[in-house]
């Protein structure tokens, strides 16, 4: 009496088979958490702003600035948002494990080829390094030591990672 078991396939003859179902629930799953996730961290983003940058960030950046993005379960990110400041500066925000949230500014660097990022602790961090940023047209100058602008070797793969032919030929 043993019967043969047929793997289940993704696709269903019958759309209300139980499995078809539970398929579809997965499915809707993943993706309600997906737009929870980034809806959360734009949250999470405007309320770190409205909060401790309340002169600076909480006056100027509202909801429609951010975009949220959910979490990158391979690379291990969490979920973050980004908000578009202008002339290619763009401020990161993010939970930063346990020290809690965190905002990063990307900015150009003055070589053109790549970009600096600067994780800020508090509201005067962000005052004093606009100060600096406003004398280069909002560019942080380049440095050929490191750390640099990253403009040779941008990011390290996370792990499981296969870099791309062009990420290889740079790595020294």
Known sequence: MTETLIPPTAKSADDTSPLARLFTIAFETDQQDADEQSEDAKTAALDHAWSFYPDTLGKVLDEDDWTGKP????????????????????????????????????????????????????EEDLLQLLKELHGTGGRFPHRDASPDCGSQRRITPWPGMVPSRAARELSW
């Open 71 to 122: 979490a990158v379960l391979g690379a291990g990110l969490p979920p973050s948002a980004v908000s578009h400041l202008d002339g290619g500066l763009w401020l990161h925000h993010c939970t930063d494990g346990d020290e809690g949230l965190a905002f990063t500014l990307i900015a150009p660097c003055t070589c053109g080829h790549g970009y600096v990022d600067t994780a800020l602790n508090c």
